[in-house]
């Protein structure tokens, strides 16, 4: 963390945080994802078929033999236990089954259209949040018990506290039907652009900022007083050197740790954005799906989001170890 | 060195708590009302509350009634409709007390399910210790990685749309974090020399964990109450806004959001009131949360 040295030895320290880097931890937790995902897998299947209505049923009722027959088309007629046991097998070779409503699609193929949206719209607002509420974070811990620092804190409370369904829908209502800015909702033509994602961006972004400035300031304000950070005062470095080269990466530290909570908030958040601003993303499949009963597509998307929380939990843990010295596995 | 010699201050303060007895508790209670911002915010949730529950019982019109006036009708005091009818002519200002009520009663039953879980949870493994702990701690570890929401919705379909389970499906959730405190905590707790002295007077397990362990973890619990409650109203409201919470005619701020959606090009205020009703709620229980923090665990002053 602490490079200080001239510029030139940065592959030296490089290649002194990859030394650190614990192969053998991180296979381990590999390990323990498999039951993990096979746990996730598992009480997904048995709820999604313990709900009432299945994905044949239609408002009107079907004559026996045609319900027999569609059951049969979707192997939903053979006992539970063989259905799972096939479904699992399937899985494991990267197989997700053709999704059960829209028979002329795979599941992959229907998240695959999804998930370009919905990674713009995740990858994009967490960039912004981070920035804009590490920045923040640091000027209300610099200037703790401000003006400055009781404002932040304030909106902070509010990003917070505000949904991003209520947000989605005031920002809409503004920048989209008042000033005409911004698209209200939907793609142009299938295509993503500035006009349409940048609402629905905000909107995601805005209560990851006020989290990420709420950690960054507590960070930040305990590092301030810890005794190197007087020390590198001490011997006459500029307030700006001590505070952008000594306090805020130490003070950063606690945000690799909230990647894993971020992650699952932002797929969480897609889900309404998506909502709010009818986008076509992963989210609105998971809801269509669960309404419709469409067994493979919502267990496809479970089995997806799933996967990302466990990858990045394991991402911000390794990364946190790599980064900071005194971690032992 | 302030080992050998506490500064004077010091010294006076110990002195007079130990006169006064003044407790953990006191002390606490004492930071919390100096707190101005968890101050007001006790005050309005308190209106809030009353407001919610004898709210629509002195109102003249009732949340399922359709009204003469019609559908969207604009806010007006004659004929008395201060936040005008929804899409189906029904009084709004009546219709967000009782969602305020459903969202309130949501977010205080769930969170005591997930705090009988979480810590019954949380001090068996803490307590226990060894493989029992491992083995429990784990299934946390697994449910944690449950993309939360989705197994809500889940649950929901499940059980269909009955309120109650909407309490216990995000009750059945929202307990993991709750159970890693309580297990932290007792695990120091444990080996503490009180639990030691208990344990050699002969005194159960079972009664050890009820009657030491539990006691002495219920500051960083109240904590996590206080602010589990507004992530379980955001969680009732986020599956209403999705159309998988309450049943017509009952309604909650998530509903009244979503319809208000709906209509906000005609009528900006439908949105705007639960919105804001919602977020005033939300704002009140953080910044308490804040407090009673800050009041229990003052290290940061």
Redesign the interface.
């Known amino acids: 963390m602490q490079n200080n040295s001239a510029p030139s030895s940065s592959s030296n320290a490089l290649s002194r945080l990859a030394s650190r880097f614990p192969t053998g931890y991180a296979l381990r937790r590999l390990l323990i994802a498999i039951p993990t995902m096979l746990a996730v897998i598992t009480m997904a299947f048995f709820m999604m078929r313990a709900a009432p209505g299945n994905p044949y049923s239609t408002d009107r009722k079907l004559p026996p033999e045609v319900e027999a027959n569609m059951k049969a088309s979707l192997g939903l007629d053979k006992p539970l236990v063989q259905q799972y046991a096939e479904y699992v097998g399937k899985v494991a070779r990267g197989d997700f089954g053709p999704s059960m409503r829209n028979k002329d699609k795979t599941v992959i193929e229907l998240i695959g259209e999804g998930l370009p949206v919905s990674l713009t719209i995740g990858a994009a607002s967490m960039g912004i949040a981070l920035f804009i509420g590490s920045l923040l974070g640091v000027l209300a811990a610099i200037r703790q018990n401000s003006f400055a620092d009781y404002s932040v804190m304030g909106l902070a409370m509010f990003g917070i506290s505000i949904p991003t369904f209520v947000t989605g829908p005031i920002l809409s209502l503004v920048f989209g039907v008042y000033l005409t800015l911004f698209a209200v909702g939907g793609l142009d033509m299938g295509r993503m652009n500035f006009n349409n994602m940048f609402l629905p961006i905000v909107t995601l972004a805005l209560p990851q900022i006020a989290i990420i400035s709420r950690l960054m300031r507590a960070s930040m304000i305990e590092v301030l007083r810890s005794n190197y950070i007087r020390t590198a005062r001490a011997k006459g470095l500029s307030e700006r050197s001590v505070l952008l080269r000594h306090a805020a990466p130490a003070a950063a530290l606690p945000l690799v740790s909230y990647i894993g909570p971020a992650t699952a908030g932002l797929l969480t958040g897609s889900v309404v954005i998506e909502r709010v601003f009818s986008l076509p993303g992963v989210g609105k499949y998971f809801v269509d799906g669960a309404l419709n009963r469409d067994y493979t597509l919502v267990l496809g998307v479970i089995i997806l989001y799933a996967g990302l929380i466990v990858i990045f939990n394991l991402l911000a843990d390794l990364l946190y170890g790599v980064l900071d010295p005194r971690v032992k596995y | 060195m302030t080992i050998l010699s506490p500064p004077a201050e010091k010294v006076e303060t110990l002195e007079r708590a130990a006169a006064q007895g003044r407790s953990l508790w006191d002390d606490a209670r004492n930071r919390l009302f100096s707190n101005k911002a968890a101050v007001v915010s006790m005050i309005i949730l308190g209106l809030l509350i009353l407001i919610a529950l004898f709210g629509p019982m002195v109102w003249p019109h009732n949340y399922k009634e359709i009204n003469a006036v019609g559908p969207l009708y604009p806010p007006s005091l004659s004929p008395f409709h201060p936040l005008g009818t929804d899409s189906q002519g029904r009084d709004v200002a009546v219709r967000l007390m009782i969602g305020l009520q459903v969202s309130l009663a949501v977010g205080v039953i769930a969170t005591v399910v997930s705090l009988i879980i979480g810590v019954a949870w949380g001090a068996t493994a803490g307590y226990v210790g060894g493989r029992t702990d491992q083995f429990m701690m784990r299934f946390v570890?697994?449910m944690?990685?449950?993309?939360?929401?989705?197994?809500v919705?889940?649950?929901n379909?499940?059980f269909?749309r009955n309120i109650f389970m909407i309490f216990l499906a995000i009750g059945a959730v929202e307990w993991l974090t709750m159970a890693r405190i309580v297990r932290g905590q007792t695990l120091s707790i444990k080996g503490k020399e009180f639990i030691e002295a208990a344990r050699a007077a002969g005194v159960s397990p079972a009664r050890i964990v009820t009657r030491h362990v539990i006691p002495n973890l219920l500051g960083p619990v109240a904590v996590y109450v206080t602010l589990t409650i507004?992530i379980v109203i955001?969680a009732e409201?986020?599956l209403s806004?999705?159309?998988?919470g309450v049943n017509e005619p009952l309604t909650s701020l998530?509903v009244l959001?979503?319809e208000?959606?709906s209509n906000?090009?005609a009528r900006?205020h439908l949105?705007?009131a639960p919105?804001f009703t919602?977020?005033l709620a939300?704002?009140c229980f953080?910044?308490i949360g804040d407090g009673l923090r800050d009041a229990l665990d003052p290290k940061?002053r």
């Not at chain 2, 944690?144 to 197994?151: G, L, T």
């Not at chain 2, 806004?241 to 998988?244: A, S």
């Open positions: 570890d697994v944690y990685a449950m993309p939360f929401i989705f197994f919705i889940l649950l379909m499940v269909g507004p955001l409201s986020f806004f999705l159309g998988l998530g959001i979503s208000g959606k906000m090009e900006p949105l705007l919105g919602m977020a939300l704002l953080n910044f940061d």
